[in-house]
Every structure is written in structure tokens, then in C-alpha cells.
């Protein structure tokens, strides 16, 4: 069973929230959520500790633990920006499967060489969608550790990495 865990961030990169005027990096909390129906700008991330600990989070920056870690061992979260076979694009969610959107069309013919022997290809061939059950699955992964993907940060610390080629 999948561990269900949240992420969200208390103050946005380059914010300023002193008295002086500095800016305050970003920080992440991981736990469970209250979400935010209202639609407004915050959401609630809690820990349980050996108490409740609350956190006001930007509502935008809340994304979902996809239950899988990359190459490194780095848990995968909507909104981090990844690396696999050369090619890279975000964490995102669609039609209820985490994946990855990519801004160019990805190359399943290179995809398919890297498939271990013996397996068939199974993909949906999205223009620009992969599953990452998909990646999964046709690269015989275990412990739920995607080998060919690698976290290289996110879109709301490092929005630059998706245009950087």
C-alpha cells in the first residue's frame, strides 16, 4: 500500500517576510493535509508527532507523494522537475495517474531500446504523458524505485531547469 503524504510550501523563494526586507528561502513541510475547499491562497499541512503540528502552506505549491523514490533513493512529488533518458519534464497528475509532461514529444522509439530483454514494450504512447507506472513496469523496477528517473529539484525553487537544455 502506497504511503500517503503531502508537501507544501510555507513561504515562496524570495518572499519577504522580515522587518529589514530580506528574503526568506522557501520551506517544505511533508505530511498529511487539510485541503483547502474555499479556494483560497492556503492549505493546511499537518504532522503527527507525538501532537499535531499545523502548518499554513501556499495552497498552489501542495503536491501528493506518488508512492515512488528515484534513482537515489529521493522521493517523487507533483511538481518536481525530472531527468529519464535524456529527456526531462514535471511530476504531474492526469486522469488520476501521476507522470511525467514533457514540452517535446517523447521518444518511445529510444525507450523501447532500453526495455530489458524479453519484455514486450507497454506504453500508451502519449505525445507528451508518460506514466510513471509505465516506466515502472517496463523496466522490471523493484521496491518501487524508478532506476531511470532522476529528481533534479522543482518548479517552484528552480522553474529554470524545465527551459535549461
Known amino acids: 500500500m502506497r504511503e500517503i503524504l503531502f508537501r507544501g510550501q510555507t513561504r515562496r523563494k524570495g ?8 528574503p ?12 483547502n475547499n474555499d479556494g483560497g491562497d492556503f492549505a493546511i ?3 503527527q508527532k507525538p501532537q499535531i503540528e ?7 505549491t ?8 528515484d534513482k537515489n533513493g529521493k522521493e517523487i512529488f507533483e511538481g518536481d522537475i525530472v531527468k529519464f533518458f535524456g529527456m526531462k519534464g514535471e511530476i504531474t ?3 488520476g495517474a501521476f507522470g511525467i509532461g514533457t514540452s517535446k514529444q517523447i521518444n518511445y522509439d529510444k525507450l523501447e531500446t532500453k526495455i530489458p ?22 523496466y522490471e523496477q523493484d521496491d518501487n524505485l524508478l532506476c531511470e528517473v532522476e529528481v533534479m529539484g522543482n518548479i517552484f525553487d528552480n522553474p529554470n531547469l524545465l527551459t535549461e537544455d
Open 62 to 69: 501542495v503536491g501528493q507523494y506518488t508512492g515512488l523514490k
Open 24 to 35: 526568506v528561502k522557501s520551506n517544505w513541510v511533508y505530511g498529511g493535509i487539510f485541503p
Open 93 to 95: 497528475k492526469v486522469c
Open 54 to 60: 499545523k502548518f499554513p502552506v501556499y495552497a498552489d
Open 45 to 47: 499541512i499537518y504532522q
Open 117 to 138: 530483454y524479453g519484455n514486450s514494450p507497454a506504453f500508451c504512447y502519449n505525445d507528451n504523458f508518460i506514466s510513471l507506472w509505465e516506466l515502472w513496469w517496463n
Open 15 to 22: 518572499e519577504k517576510v522580515r522587518m529589514d526586507g530580506t
